[in-house]
């Protein structure tokens, strides 16, 4: 077995959080290594979803350091929209997923952070309450890398379970999960008739109960870069009717890129997928990949503007929206989340709406064809992540960025959207770096210094 150098910081998953961690720990002075399975980074990031929640609801910025460095580059390239106010989510910003992956690559070679892909994290090996190194496998067979510190961005909080750090997976209580999706990307569609469409079948334009109906006019939708929408009922049960249709959910989220023909699409949904269970995921790649299959149908034949559409990308795999969350010293609650609560340990900020796709329709009622439905709330006023989310209870030198973060399942509805995640892998990254420098434990670490240097890097902690 090869042992590798040993690191200061070693991130583990190169995605939304694992990049901007790897950076930011770099950039703060550390040796730092990230390590990714795939040959490619930014993770579900890159999988075409629109930004919701770089501002929050009252248009105050969420988002800055270098999460907002990435959105300016890419906005150079015309590979993102504007931000702008949304009424149901706060705010929402179009990308291009492939002028965002080619541009992580670019940043993390300028930020002199080293990079090791097509490599999976097998273990810890662990002494004390502290991670000495893990052991990773690859081409070359297995290998051991020490570090003073890690960083966990896998997304489901893999270094974190094998290194016993304390963690619940799923619903408190009953242990269920957010359903998975696959993304994908759809090309020749003539978006001019979809928007057309809308405007004369209001039933088919998500409007939420009570909302402001002027707010939800299709034409000030469509006149917003970047802005997507939901719904298309209709037309899904339309198509459910002639056993055309039985994906288990009710409506159809399109994201356009403006002037391209381009959407992404955000139709497929399987439910009990355990995404830490690898029967699971490939049950969940197989039924999602041939719902890309029956989706398409669908659109072709029943969405006005997609008749000549045709697939441009099919995830690099299936999105899953919930499996671990470690816990930390505190854990984040939809409470604070909606309360938009400061902390006086915050490290990041997140206003990604409080977005729980249903969990209970495991399986379906008898005789049923719907599926599970959405619970969406904005967020108005952002809402301050403590360091203590990001450091998970149980190991002297693990922090924890991106999806597992210490939250509730509900606050994890919110903690999970793409921008929080940016952020608080910007800020595990510092506090990462900040412990080695300091030569102390996590739990021991200077907060006041961890946010001084953040806000020094741009980064967003208080309410601007
Ligand atoms: C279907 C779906 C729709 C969504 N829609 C939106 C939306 O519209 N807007 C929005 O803002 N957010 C949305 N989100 C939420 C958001 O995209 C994700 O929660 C977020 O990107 C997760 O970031 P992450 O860094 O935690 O994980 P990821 O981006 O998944 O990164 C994890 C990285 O770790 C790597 N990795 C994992 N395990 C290992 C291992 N053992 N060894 C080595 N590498 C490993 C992976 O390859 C990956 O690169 C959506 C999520 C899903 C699933």
Same mark, same amino acid.
């Not at 720990?25 to 930014?42: C, D, H, I, N, P």
């Not at 003539?190 to 079948?201: A, F, P, R, S, V």
């Not at 995830?315 to 309360?339: K, S």
């Given at each position: 077995?090869?042992? /590798?150098?040993?690191?200061?910081? #070693?991130?583990?998953?190169?995605?939304?959080?694992?990049?901007?961690?790897?950076?930011?720990?770099?950039?703060?002075?550390?040796?730092?290594?990230?390590?990714?399975?795939?040959?490619?980074?930014?993770?579900?990031?890159?999988?075409?979803?629109?930004?919701?929640?770089?501002?929050?609801?009252?248009?105050?910025?969420?988002?800055?350091?270098?999460?907002?460095?990435?959105?300016?580059?890419?906005? /150079?390239?015309?590979?993102?929209?504007?931000? #702008?106010?949304?009424?149901?989510?706060?705010?929402?910003?179009?990308?291009?997923?492939?002028?965002?992956?080619?541009?992580?690559?670019?940043?993390?070679?300028?930020?002199?952070?080293?990079?090791?892909?097509?490599?999976?994290?097998?273990?810890?090996?662990?002494? /004390?309450?502290?991670?000495?190194?893990?052991?990773?496998?690859?081409?070359?067979?297995?290998?051991?890398?020490?570090?003073?510190?890690?960083?966990?961005?896998?997304?489901?909080?893999?270094?974190?379970?094998?290194?016993?750090?304390?963690? #619940?997976?799923?619903?408190?209580?009953?242990?269920?999960?957010?359903?998975?999706?696959?993304?994908? @990307?759809?090309?020749?569609?003539?978006?001019?008739?979809?928007?057309? =469409?809308?405007?004369?079948?209001?039933?088919?334009?998500?409007?939420?109960?009570?909302?402001?109906?002027?707010?939800?006019?299709?034409?000030?939708?469509?006149?917003?870069?970047? #802005?997507?929408?939901?719904?298309?009922?209709?037309?899904?049960?339309?198509?459910?009717?002639?056993?055309? =249709?039985?994906?288990?959910?009710?409506? %159809?989220?399109?994201?356009?890129?403006?002037?391209?023909?381009?959407?992404?699409?955000?139709?497929?949904?399987?439910?009990?997928?355990?995404?830490?269970?690898?029967?699971?995921?490939?049950?969940?790649?197989?039924?999602?990949?041939?719902?890309?299959?029956?989706? %398409?149908?669908?659109?072709?034949? =029943?969405?006005?503007?997609?008749?000549?559409?045709?697939?441009?990308?099919?995830?690099?795999?299936?999105?899953?929206?919930?499996?671990?969350?470690?816990?930390?010293?505190?854990?984040?609650?939809?409470?604070?989340? %909606?309360?938009?609560?400061?902390?006086?340990?915050?490290?990041?900020?997140?206003? =990604?709406?409080?977005?729980?796709?249903?969990?209970?329709?495991?399986?379906?009622?008898?005789?049923?064809?719907?599926?599970?439905?959405?619970?969406?709330?904005?967020?108005?006023?952002?809402?301050?992540?403590?360091?203590?989310?990001?450091?998970?209870?149980?190991?002297?030198?693990?922090?924890?960025?991106?999806?597992?973060?210490?939250?509730?399942?509900?606050?994890?509805?919110?903690?999970?959207?793409?921008?929080?995640?940016?952020?608080?892998?910007?800020?595990?990254?510092?506090?990462?770096?900040?412990?080695?420098?300091?030569?102390?434990?996590?739990?021991?670490?200077?907060?006041?210094?961890?946010?001084?240097?953040? @806000?020094?890097?741009?980064?967003?902690?208080?309410?601007?």
């Amino acid at each position: 077995m090869r042992l /590798r150098q040993a690191y200061d910081v #070693v991130v583990v998953g190169g995605g939304t959080a694992g990049v901007f961690a790897g950076i930011a720990a770099a950039r703060t002075g550390a040796k730092t290594l990230l390590v990714e399975q795939y040959g490619s980074l930014g993770g579900v990031l890159t999988l075409g979803m629109s930004l919701k929640g770089v501002n929050d609801g009252e248009g105050r910025k969420a988002l800055g350091g270098i999460g907002e460095e990435l959105i300016a580059r890419v906005r /150079r390239m015309d590979g993102a929209t504007e931000v #702008v106010d949304h009424p149901r989510h706060g705010s929402i910003m179009g990308q291009d997923p492939e002028a965002i992956k080619l541009t992580l690559i670019q940043m993390v070679q300028e930020s002199g952070l080293d990079l090791l892909l097509h490599t999976y994290l097998v273990d810890a090996l662990t002494d /004390r309450g502290a991670i000495q190194g893990i052991r990773v496998a690859n081409k070359a067979g297995l290998e051991i890398i020490p570090a003073k510190c890690f960083v966990d961005c896998t997304g489901d909080a893999d270094l974190a379970a094998q290194a016993g750090a304390s963690f #619940v997976h799923g619903r408190e209580g009953d242990g269920l999960v957010q359903p998975v999706s696959a993304i994908f @990307r759809v090309g020749g569609v003539d978006l001019d008739k979809t928007w057309e =469409y809308l405007e004369h079948h209001p039933e088919d334009f998500e409007t939420p109960p009570g909302a402001d109906s002027d707010e939800y006019s299709v034409a000030k939708f469509r006149a917003k870069p970047g #802005v997507g929408v939901a719904g298309f009922r209709s037309l899904i049960r339309q198509a459910r009717e002639a056993g055309e =249709y039985d994906i288990p959910r009710e409506d %159809m989220g399109f994201n356009p890129m403006p002037g391209r023909q381009e959407v992404t699409i955000n139709i497929t949904r399987v439910h009990g997928i355990d995404g830490t269970n690898p029967d699971d995921l490939t049950r969940a790649e197989i039924e999602t990949q041939l719902q890309v299959l029956q989706g %398409m149908r669908f659109l072709r034949k =029943y969405v006005p503007g997609f008749a000549r559409s045709y697939v441009v990308s099919s995830p690099f795999q299936v999105g899953i929206r919930e499996t671990r969350h470690v816990q930390g010293e505190y854990v984040l609650t939809a409470e604070d989340v %909606m309360a938009g609560r400061d902390f006086p340990d915050q490290v990041a900020r997140g206003a =990604y709406p409080l977005d729980i796709h249903d969990v209970g329709r495991n399986v379906p009622p008898e005789g049923s064809v719907e599926g599970g439905g959405t619970d969406l709330s904005k967020i108005t006023r952002s809402y301050g992540i403590p360091a203590r989310c990001l450091i998970a209870n149980g190991t002297a030198n693990l922090v924890v960025a991106g999806r597992p973060i210490s939250a509730t399942h509900a606050a994890a509805g919110s903690a999970r959207g793409q921008p929080v995640c940016m952020a608080t892998g910007h800020a595990a990254g510092v506090i990462a770096a900040l412990s080695v420098a300091q030569r102390r434990p996590l739990q021991l670490l200077d907060v006041v210094e961890a946010q001084s240097v953040l @806000r020094a890097q741009n980064a967003v902690i208080e309410r601007t």
